[in-house]
Structure formats: structure tokens, C-alpha cells
T-cell receptor
Framework: QKEVEQDPGPLSVPEGAIVSLNCTYS??????FMWYRQYSRKGPELLMY????GNKEDGRFTAQVDKSSKYISLFIRDSQPSDSATYLC??????????FGTGTRLQVFP | KAGVTQTPRYLIKTRGQQVTLSCSPI?????VSWYQQTPGQGLQFLFE???????NKGNFPGRFSGRQFSNSRSEMNVSTLELGDSALYLC????????????FGPGTRLLVL
């Protein structure tokens, strides 16, 4: 079993839709969770960084962590074509090592 | 503040050759991590350097090595290249002071023929 599992998609939605991206993880000791966005031919850029369980909101983005289910989610409200990218969940195993999901490719069409 | 820079951006090599990739972290950052990204395996951790010392290492063969210089710039080397080494190699930097985020460079795309 992989330490972090993520549905690769692709996910195609119309502009304005609510997008839900999800990952599951296996090690209940993990406490720091991240979502990165990666545009084609670019490096990943950090979107959200959360600690332990709960929700964190930043504009149209909400990150949710459910440690009891070992499940993390990213919600995008009012999705825009500019949100089209690959979204990667990541878990911090220790201060210098991230474990990534394989990424979900999102396409938002006008 | 300038971001993480990586050189070269693109590279084509043949099997059996070796390659050296370079990464310059954000000014003031002392930690540099390297990752390999492939369509099948996603992003996988290679190793991390902090103040010229390797602090952590992923599950890659010894053909993959790295080093860090006193100015925090880092290089990674892959010897005896294999077709499967074709990937996007990303480096990420952080200040190294504790729980914090990593900032990624644009990557070096390596193609092994």
C-alpha cells in the first residue's frame, strides 16, 4: 500500500463548479498536510498548509483534514479556467521530507 | 526575493552517461531537497541537504548522489544513466529552521535515450 493515495483523474468541470480533490494516507502519525498546484512545465507551488485535523480556508480554496479517517481534501469554489492544473497532496513525514500523492489533473472549461 | 533556480532546464543524455544538475535555493535558505517526478511514480524524494550535510535520503540507488556547497547551492549527480531515469528533477528549498514549507524550482527535464 502506498503511503499516500490520490485519484489521478483527469477531472473535467465547467467554470463555476465546486471541485473536490481527495487523498488518503496510511500512517496515522502524520500531522502536516499540504496541497500543491503544478502548472504544465512548472514546479509545484504551495496552495495550502494545514496541521492536524480541521478546516483551513484561503479565498476560494478550503483544505480539510480528517485524521480519524486518514483523509484529506481540497475544495475549490467557483472554479476558473486558470485553476486548470495538476493538484498534488503532500504529507510531511519529517521536517525535510515530503511524501506526495501522484496528483490529480484538473481541467476547468469555460 | 528571487525564487529557486535550476540549471539546465532541459537535458538529453544517452544510456551509460552521467549527468550533473544544479540548484540555487532562495537567498538565506540553507536546506535543499531533491525530488524525481515521473508520470508513473509521481514525485519521489531523493535526498535533502542542510548546511552541506545530507540529512535524509530516499529509496534510490547509489547512482544518485548529491552535495551542497557552503553557499547552499546544491548539485545532484546521476551516474550510469538508465532509460528509466528520464524524469523531471525538482529541487526545493527552505530555511531549515523547523516546520515550514518547501519552495520548488521549475525543474530540470532529463531525457535519457
Amino acid at each position: 500500500q502506498k503511503e499516500v493515495e490520490q485519484d489521478p483523474g483527469p477531472l473535467s468541470v465547467p467554470e463555476g463548479a465546486i471541485v473536490s480533490l481527495n487523498c488518503t494516507y496510511s500512517n496515522s502519525a502524520f500531522q502536516y498536510f499540504m496541497w500543491y498546484r503544478q502548472y504544465s512545465r512548472k514546479g509545484p507551488e504551495l496552495l495550502m498548509y494545514t496541521y492536524s485535523s480541521g478546516n483551513k480556508e484561503d479565498g476560494r480554496f478550503t483544505a480539510q483534514v480528517d485524521k480519524s479517517s486518514k483523509y484529506i481534501s481540497l475544495f475549490i469554489r467557483d472554479s476558473q479556467p486558470s485553476d486548470s492544473a495538476t493538484y498534488l497532496c503532500a504529507i510531511e513525514e519529517n521536517t525535510d521530507k515530503l511524501i506526495f500523492g501522484t496528483g490529480t489533473r484538473l481541467q476547468v472549461f469555460p | 526575493k528571487a525564487g529557486v533556480t535550476q540549471t539546465p532546464r532541459y537535458l538529453i543524455k544517452t544510456r551509460g552517461q552521467q549527468v550533473t544538475l544544479s540548484c540555487s535555493p532562495i537567498s538565506g535558505h540553507r536546506s535543499v531537497s531533491w525530488y524525481q517526478q515521473t508520470p508513473g511514480q509521481g514525485l519521489q524524494f531523493l535526498f535533502e541537504y542542510f548546511s552541506e550535510t545530507q540529512r535524509n535520503k530516499g529509496n534510490f540507488p547509489g547512482r544518485f548522489s548529491g552535495r551542497q556547497f557552503s553557499n547552499s547551492r546544491s548539485e545532484m549527480n546521476v551516474s550510469t544513466l538508465e532509460l528509466g531515469d528520464s524524469a523531471l528533477y525538482l529541487c526545493a528549498s527552505m530555511s531549515g529552521g523547523g516546520q515550514e514549507t518547501q519552495y520548488f524550482g521549475p525543474g530540470t527535464r532529463l531525457l535519457v535515450l
